[in-house]
């Protein structure tokens, strides 16, 4: 564990590069040109199918208003709505019933539809075609969609769907078309394009209600203000203009009548009692005169006229108190039945009645607070069980108040009984003719005077109904807005954009995310202490399955050879101390090309004037038989397994002087075993005394344990990592080896590297400092210099240079 600290600790500082960050993210700039392209595409494909929403809108002004005419007359006015007036009137605003009268100010039975290739559009308020409905049944109509198509200037095509079958039919101008229970002429409509399509239905105006409620909303421009601002939106500019006028000219005479109703009551209260009192007041003049006639009398006393007189006013006040009990009773039944706008008819005597007034303007707020709330939750819901418990304490107290009041009223009653009492005796102590001739007087006066205060209460009625004006006023009128709100074209062309970005982006993140293979030596550098020895370019040509090229030698111009004697240069100066070395290539698995690095070093060396000797230590799968295409009969087999002697399985390269080579021979079935012999190390001194190089291929060290012998008696140990084919765990494999086996002369060579941003590393190392030491050497991957005219193999040519041509 220590010796582990101790190698982490010798790990090289690395730092973020943020330009080379830049690069990664370029690197595959077609990605994210491609993907922002593919969602600008999307987006446009989503704007061109997806309908437009317009919206327009109209303000409303809410106050109470003051006619001229109730200047002339003290009239009651509907008391305020208190906090919730804002609320109510958003409430009717939105409310079924005002939106269905709207509807109907509106030419709405008869729709229109231009088919086109893409969707289907309303052509509100245009009529294309001039249809005549002769027999409609807003009950039981024919609710489908038809679609006309012009045949020639008298007849046309109408096709529909009836009971689940299509029907399609030519049909002349003019003549009746009868569909189930609904009959309709189409006249002809003039010059109309062949291959203009035209559909149609017919509707009644619960059909609309869904479509404006749907796009309707009613609020406060400002909190506490007295502006309400009406929206409507709608896929047709023009129908959401002229249905939200309609609805706040519906709302202006809604108000209106609302506020008329009250003094509507009071007028039907009065008339009642009129209607009783016109009789009795005619009855009592004719019985008047006729006494006087039969009993011929020409005048009554100054006595019998003060107790008349005295009894007359008695009786009025009496009536006067009656009619309020009346009016008592008649609220206490509205009341009783929850009635919308429940008001005081009218104060009888100078008598106010604040206290009842204002519960009944609360009982008034929570009836229509009730109301809206059922727009939005059911009867059984707690919301409306709280409010029908508060609606049911008002009533109580109301209903106490009132019967308070009424006992009081007739305690009155009996007072003025009393009265009339004391003065019907005086009038009994009149003569018998002057006592009649005072009773009928009375009658007469009581109902004159009567009649009188009520006449006077119905013209103050009148003149208020005929003063009141609407609560609320139209500020502005909605116009058409033909600037769609959705969809937004702008945020959607935005949104695509970044998506695009994050998508290209988010693709080259999770590939290096997903990425388990080492690509550079900045990632060998981060996994590993082991020093890395070189970089071997990756072959720019096509490479045959058994590498019968020496590539190195085949061309000595390429980057792919100069980076291979940059290896070779650097492992002259590992064990610099011995005349002749031994070197090992291993490798964590197969494929890694440990056989190709092999065969390149070998060939290079060759070219310095070094004896060089290739062994193929993989007895199990090796292929440098193949390499140099010769046979596989005898070879390191035979030799270790007493078969062969050494001259016997030493072949030479004709193409190269200088390089020998060994070939693994038959696979033996115990090759650990014969690699771990004495004779294989016997081999090995023989071989020291002849050549200056002894190069061993050996098996996969990941994958067997054939090569540890091999390993622990090479003077270097190369382990290969190919670029894009190892992984990330097979840094880890020399570490680990170097230090179970007491290994200083190990280092790694990156093969097959080709540069490839995408992959690469965002930091540098920085070899500084503490670094100084330890075993670094320099190389370089030669990354960026293709272009620089050293290497003329590696030379493309370009199709724009003219000596390209030919």
Known sequence: MEELEKVQRKLPSQEIDYFKIGKILLSRWYWIAASVILASAISYTYLWYTPKIYATSGTLKIEEKKSEISDLISVMTVPERGPSKIQSI??????????????????????????????????????????????????????????????????????YKLNGKDVQANHNYGSLVSIGNTSFRIKYPGTVPSNTIYQFKFNIPEDFIGRVQGGLYAGETAKNSNIIAIQETDSNPQFAADVLNAIMNEYVIFDRNQKAQSASQMIDFIDSQLAYLSSEVKGSEKSIESYKKKSKILDVTAASTTSATKASELETNKSLLKIQLIALDQLAEQINKEKNNVTLNFNVGGTNLPSLEALVTRLDNLITERASLLSTYNADSQPI??????????????????????????????????????VNTTIEALPAAQRDMVSLQRDFEINDKVYSFLSEKKLEAQISRAGILPGATIIELAQPNFNPVSPNEHNIHRTAIILGLAIGLGMIILIRVLNPFIYDKETVESLTSIPILGVIRKFPDEIDENNKQALAVAKPKSIFAESVRSVRTNLSFLASEKTNKVICITSEVAGEGKSFVAVNLSSTLSLIDKKVILIAADLRRSRLHKTFQVPNDVGLTNYLAHQAEIDDIIQTVDVQTGLDFIVSGPVPPNPSELLHSNRMKALVEELKKRYDVIMIDTAPIGLVSDAIPLIRMSDINVFVIRSGKSKFYAATVPQRIAQEYQLDNTVIVLNAFEEDLLHSRYYTTKFTGEYTGSRYYYYSDYSGYEGSGYYLDDEKKKWWNPKNWF
């Open 90 to 159: 958003t409430s009717v605003l939105t409310s079924r019933s005002l939106i269905l009268t709207a509807i109907k100010d509106l030419d709405y039975r008869t729709s229109f539809y231009i088919s086109g290739r893409v969707r289907t559009t309303e052509s509100y308020p245009q009529k294309p075609l001039d249809i005549n409905l002769i027999k409609f049944d807003s009950l039981n109509f024919f609710h489908s969609l038809m679609t006309f198509k012009p045949v020639n200037q008298q007849t046309y095509n109408l096709s």
């Open 385 to 422: 069980q709280n409010i029908n418990q508060s609606i049911l304490q008002i009533k109580n107290t109301a209903l106490n108040n009132i019967k308070q009041i009424r006992v009081g009223l007739e305690k009155n009653v009996q007072y003025l009984d009393s009265q009339l009492g004391q």
